[in-house]
Nanobody, 125 residues
Framework: QVQVVESGGGLVQAGGSLRLSCTAS????????MAWFRQAPGKEREGVSY????????YSIDSVKGRFTISRDNAKNLLYLQMNVLKPEDTAMYYC??????????????????WGQGTQVTVSS
């Protein structure tokens, strides 16, 4: 049984930092490209950052470029999202997702096989 679990969310002031972690079990982690998504109240879930299985190709949305860094440790089955210079508009539930079929569809949530339950990030102004 595949399990994906996020951690590391919390309440932080604008300009602060958080590091999210995601652990995946029940699958061969380094067979999967991974991504972080987020969903704010009343908004659609959006892809934030993508990282391929080897960890050498990443994509991010423009609003987080230069502030967020996605990384992975395949030996430990871990995915990370380092978030710096956080802004109130980054407030959302953040989800870890595994397994898009095609890298050019990385922002499409329907392309992912496995999801975690999410971790809440709240940025106060």
């Amino acid at each position: 049984q595949v399990q994906v679990v996020e951690s590391g969310g919390g309440l932080v002031q604008a300009g602060g930092s958080l590091r999210l972690s995601c652990t995946a079990s029940g699958l061969t982690f380094d067979d999967y490209d991974m991504a972080w998504f987020r969903q704010a109240p009343g908004k659609e879930r959006e892809g934030v950052s993508y990282l391929n299985r080897r960890g050498d190709i990443t994509y991010s949305i423009d609003s987080v470029k230069g502030r967020f860094t996605i990384s992975r440790d395949n030996a430990k089955n871990l995915l990370y999202l380092q978030m710096n210079v956080l802004k109130p508009e980054d407030t959302a539930m953040y989800y870890c997702a595994a397994g898009p079929r095609w890298w050019w569809l990385w922002r499409n949530a329907n392309e992912y096989s496995y999801w975690g339950q999410g971790t809440q990030v709240t940025v106060s102004s």
